[in-house]
């Protein structure tokens, strides 16, 4: 099983529209939870941190499920300029480090 | 602040020659970390170094290494180029601790 699975996509979705993508962890053990955007062929940047309690930036929801080891992005009214790759990562905790890891990502395509 | 600074953003190899792709961290943060990414590939970890030392290394093979220096900065060093090490290769830092990563832009290797 790989350390987190997510839904490639793409999801084509018209403009406005409400879209949901979901990511799962295998590492029971894992502290901290992120959602990271990647233009193409640019770096990945961070969009938000996810917590337990669930938590929302502007039009961005992250929802967190340690029983299921299952997080969530949720994007409502969506804009061209979100069209992008979303990357599902999780910390592992090494020897009291921090080593993310990155799921390969979904791609969003938000059309007119 | 500054950011991640990665340098070259470019480079044009010839197989069988050597890279050196270097890294500067935000100030303050002692993590450093690399990832290759591959065209339409997802990201894969390469090296891990914290306070000097290699805290963990991904799955390739020994002609993939670097170092960290003592301002934290890093080296990424790949001997014998092939053809398929042509990608992104992107480094990361952060703080100690459960936080997430800033990637720099990457430095874009060619192999030829």
């Known amino acids: 099983r790989k350390e987190v699975e997510q839904d490639p996509g793409p999801f084509n979705v018209p403009e406005g529209a409400t879209v949901a993508f979901n990511c799962t962890y295998s590492n029971s053990a894992s502290q901290s939870f992120f959602w990271y955007r990647q233009d193409c062929r640019k770096e990945p940047k961070l969009l938000m941190s996810?917590?337990?309690s669930g938590n929302e930036d502007g039009r961005f929801t992250a929802q967190l499920n340690r029983a299921s080891q299952y997080i969530s992005l949720l994007i409502r009214d969506s804009k061209l300029s979100d069209s992008a790759t979303y990357l599902c990562?999780?910390?592992?905790?090494?020897?009291?480090?921090?080593?993310?890891?990155f799921g390969t990502g979904t791609q969003l395509k938000v059309e007119l | 602040e500054a950011g991640v600074t990665q340098s070259p953003t470019h480079l044009i190899k010839t197989r069988g020659q050597q890279a050196t792709l270097r890294c500067s961290p935000i100030s303050g943060h002692t993590s450093v970390y690399w990832y290759q990414q591959a065209l339409g590939l997802g990201l894969q970890f390469l090296l891990w170094?914290?306070?000097?030392?290699?805290?963990n290394r991904g799955n390739f093979p020994p002609r993939f290494s670097g170092r960290q220096f003592p301002n934290y900065s890093s080296e990424l060093n790949v001997n014998a180029l092939e053809l398929e090490d042509s990608a992104l290769y992107l480094c990361?830092?952060?703080?100690?601790?459960?936080?997430?990563?800033?990637f720099g832009s990457g430095t874009r290797l060619t192999v030829v």
């Open positions: 990361a830092s952060s703080l100690r601790g459960p936080y997430g990563y800033t």
């Open positions: 170094y914290d306070e000097g030392e290699e805290r």
């Open positions: 996810v917590y337990s």
């Open positions: 990562v999780v910390n592992g905790v090494t020897g009291g480090g921090n080593k993310l890891t």
